[in-house]
């Protein structure tokens, strides 16, 4: 090869970089490691990447699946991400962080599943973890978790919190998380009050506020007196109908009771960065899982988060709750998937 041809690759690669740093959000600063076993990634010059649909800020998916990526520069790793990414894309997403040195890349969503499959052979050095995939082949490696159980239990309490026995989720799009989680919140609801009726509607698009919005509204004209928003950044949409229209609500994630702090019952919060961190200590110990895991809430992932400051959410409801969260943990009820 040339000189000038060195010099072209040599600029192109640096070239590449620099567009990762502008459009990502690589972190300057690492905190300093507080305990666990997991070695110093700096020891071993780890860089860990990090691919996402969506935004940091949702206060669901997206953020919690970045907090288990800060989980790992903690420990010394160097880190990047790039949210907002759609599937047209992506691909180049992957090539460009796998060029520069990136040794694990997660993809932050089972949609980016096949552009990972058809990008993965070219790099056979990279480890590559797809959050919420169905794949474990060569290089590629894929977790799930139990959106069913968080669909479930965010059923349950809306099961418990009804008085008119009509209920209302509103999800975003027709992926397979966001069915479990449907069909979760579904028996999640007949699990506790066999005579409350769901109206459940998938509007199609996660950051489409105004029409996760109208649609709580319609289900509240309708007479729904609880609704459940699945999202992702879209979800304020719904909290915001029931606070303006004074029915409950519950949040897929902490944070929403900015947005009702009058009607707002509690949160079910589905953990990404617990599974994301533990990939990542077992990608350092050389123990990266040759069957798919599904991480659910036996594992610390789904739990319930605060209570708030509202009358339906009262002690008996609250004890119910969990009773049922308890019996979940513990393994003693199986909720049905999609």
Known sequence: MSIWKKFACAFLALTMLLALAACGGTDEESPAQEGGEAPAAEESGHKVAMILPGSITDMSWNYSSYEGLKQIEATGAEISYQEQVDTAQVEDSIRTYASSGFDLIYIGSNIFEEQTLAVAPDFPDTTFIIISGATIQDNVYSFQMSDAEKGFLMGVVAGLATESNSVGLVSSVKITPM?????????????????????SVITGDSSDIAATKETAKAMISAGADVIAANCNAASSGPIEAAEEDG????????????????????????????????????????????ELYEYTAKDGVVYMGEWQDNAKATDEVKAKVQEVYEDLAAGNITVPTA
């Open 179 to 199: 069915l479990n989680a449907e069909a979760g919140f579904k028996y999640g609801v007949s699990y506790v009050n066999p005579d409350a009726s769901v109206s």
């Open 247 to 290: 029915v409950c609500c519950v949040a897929p994630g902490n944070g929403y009771e900015s947005i009702a702090p009058s009607t707002l019952l509690t949160s079910v919060i589905m953990d990404n960065g617990v599974p994301v961190y533990n990939m990542y200590e077992r990608y350092l110990a050389g123990e990266l899982p040759t």
